[in-house]
């Protein structure tokens, strides 16, 4: 059966620092992959969304990026943190037919 | 894009009665309408979704219709428990192995009271 891992599962980070996100599939191969992120009490925001290695779209411009290195792996990635970064980040992946499903998230606080 | 609409954003029901939260959409070649559930602190679940080739779903105490000419479909979950309290998103998209990303609603946060 296919599970989804992402971590780390929370995150404490500064203003300004670095960001690295990861999560992974296994399970399936080629599959879609969405990051999205959640502030608090809020409804769900799409990111970014890959349907290969190598190939992200962006759906919002912020200082956020991804990337996709192999076929199961997706990273969430930013230069310097902002305040406005701080959420809940879901990680998606989607078989046939647009059944998605979410991985466990990764709660960032920015302080 | 498709723009989905979901209300109401918070519902509060007595034990035992049922609960219906609506959502309307935009794109007409939408054709697939999940629904998730997601407790505090929770990654959403999937908990029934229907395709556009059919009207209504059940699962046990929970039910989504469709209606594709006015395009909205609806959650109904029947007897309601306690352990049915969370936020509730509905969602939209076509049907396509490409990038098309489920479009979804902003969440109904119910609540059963004892």
């Known amino acids: 059966s296919q599970t989804i891992h992402q971590w780390p599962a929370t995150l404490v980070q500064p203003v300004g620092s670095p960001l690295s996100l990861e999560c992974t599939v296994e399970g399936t191969s080629n599959p879609n992959l969405y990051w999205y992120r959640q502030a608090a009490g809020r409804g769900l925001q799409l990111l970014f969304y890959s349907v290969g290695i190598g190939q992200i779209s962006s759906e919002v411009p912020q200082n956020l990026s991804a990337s996709r290195p192999q076929d199961r792996q997706f990273i969430l990635s930013s230069k310097k943190l902002l305040l406005s970064d701080s959420g809940f980040y879901l990680c998606?992946?989607?078989?046939?037919?647009?059944?998605?499903?979410f991985g466990p998230g990764t709660r960032l606080t920015v302080l | 894009g498709e723009n989905v609409e979901q209300h109401p954003s918070t519902l509060s029901v007595q034990e035992g009665d049922s609960a219906v939260i609506k959502c309307t959409y935009s794109d007409s070649a939408s054709n697939y309408f999940p629904w998730y559930k997601q407790e505090l602190g929770k990654r959403p679940q999937l908990i029934i979704d229907i395709r556009s080739n059919v009207g209504e779903k059940k699962d046990q105490r929970i039910a989504v219709t469709l209606n594709k000419t006015a395009k909205h479909f609806s959650l109904h979950i029947t007897e309601t428990q306690p352990e049915d309290s969370a936020v509730y998103f509905c969602a939209a998209s076509r049907n396509s192995n490409s990038g098309y990303a489920l479009n979804f609603g902003k969440g109904t946060s119910l609540l059963v009271t004892p």
């Open positions: 998606a992946w989607k078989r046939d037919y647009n059944e998605q499903f």
